[in-house]
């Protein structure tokens, strides 16, 4: 039974928006901080977003313009909203909490 799973990717045109969902069997009211991380072919991953504990969320510069992720405890989710989608926000996506990743959904953004 996966613990983190992902999902929402897909294929989407420049200037789309999309909202990827990270859903988990854990308690997250406990987790230091739920994280998304992006890996396009080729490259290295890098960090995308975070939310803490607190509720205070961060954002990689590439995208803190045109994001917003937010979480509900109970229903044990969080979630990505990218607006204004560029080519190079194609990757697959991975939502980590704390040290536990899921497998990733896959966002292609076509022109």
């Known amino acids: 039974q996966e613990e983190v799973v992902e999902s929402g990717g897909g294929l989407i045109q420049v200037g789309g928006a999309l909202k990827l969902s990270c859903t988990t069997s854990?308690?997250?009211?406990?987790?230091?901080?739920m994280n998304w991380y992006r890996q396009a072919p080729g490259k290295q991953r890098e960090w995308v977003a975070r939310?803490?504990?607190?509720?205070?969320?961060t954002y990689a510069v590439s995208i803190e313009a045109r994001a917003t992720l937010w979480r509900n405890i109970a229903k044990r989710s969080m979630w990505l909203q990218i607006n204004n989608l560029k080519a190079e926000d194609t990757a697959r996506y991975y939502c980590a909490i704390d040290d536990k990743w899921g497998q990733g959904t896959q966002v292609t953004v076509s022109s």
């Open positions: 939310i803490n504990q607190m509720g205070i969320t």
């Open positions: 854990l308690n997250i009211a406990s987790a230091k901080n």
